[in-house]
């Protein structure tokens, strides 16, 4: 599925409004996948993800991960073993507000990523967060079910599909 979110933002802006949601450029881009989309399926925790193992093992086929980890800058969310986990199981792509780490190792599988930045440390595994909520961060809200477009240009949200 080939799209450029500059082309996402002429195209349904004026038609759409305010469903189309431009994501603030903080991002850095990992994965072999340079562009992905995807339904939304957001997950909010804090230094701990154990539930991100929870949700790639489920079927990911047509979906995105968003996770809210607080802009954490004290540990990594996603790594390569759970981006290989997501690979199998079909996710398009996972968008997270805070680090992943083993950027190398993830650069060559073959799934979207977009994180603030690495960090080496892993997390604390206590089980803790909250699925399905609305989620705020980048000047925008993810909702469960919106869609997410994301390229070299940046992240995009829309509560329907664009393409």
């Known amino acids: 599925m080939s799209f450029k979110t500059p082309d996402l933002c002429d195209q349904y802006e004026s038609e759409l409004g305010q469903s189309v949601r431009v994501v603030a450029p903080m991002f850095q881009r990992f994965g072999a996948r340079t562009s ?3 339904e939304v399926v957001t997950l909010k925790i804090f230094e701990d993800n154990t539930l991100v193992r929870e949700i790639f093992n489920e079927d990911g086929k047509g979906k995105v991960l968003v996770i809210d980890g607080g802009g954490s800058m004290r540990c990594a ?8 986990l997501a690979h199998k199981n079909g996710w398009e792509g996972v968008v997270v507000y805070g680090c ?3 950027s190398v190792d993830i650069n060559g599988i073959d799934i979207g990523v977009r994180a ?10 206590k089980g803790v967060g909250d699925r399905h909520l609305p989620l705020t961060f980048g000047g925008v809200t993810f909702h469960p079910g919106d869609y997410v477009y994301a390229d070299e240009d940046g992240v995009l ?3 329907k599909p664009l393409i």
């Open 36 to 38: 992905f989309c995807g």
């Open 77 to 84: 969310l996603v790594g390569d073993q759970l981006a290989i």
């Open 100 to 102: 992943i780490r083993d």
């Open 116 to 125: 603030l930045n690495t960090h080496p440390q892993k997390t604390v595994k």
């Open 157 to 159: 949200v829309s509560n």
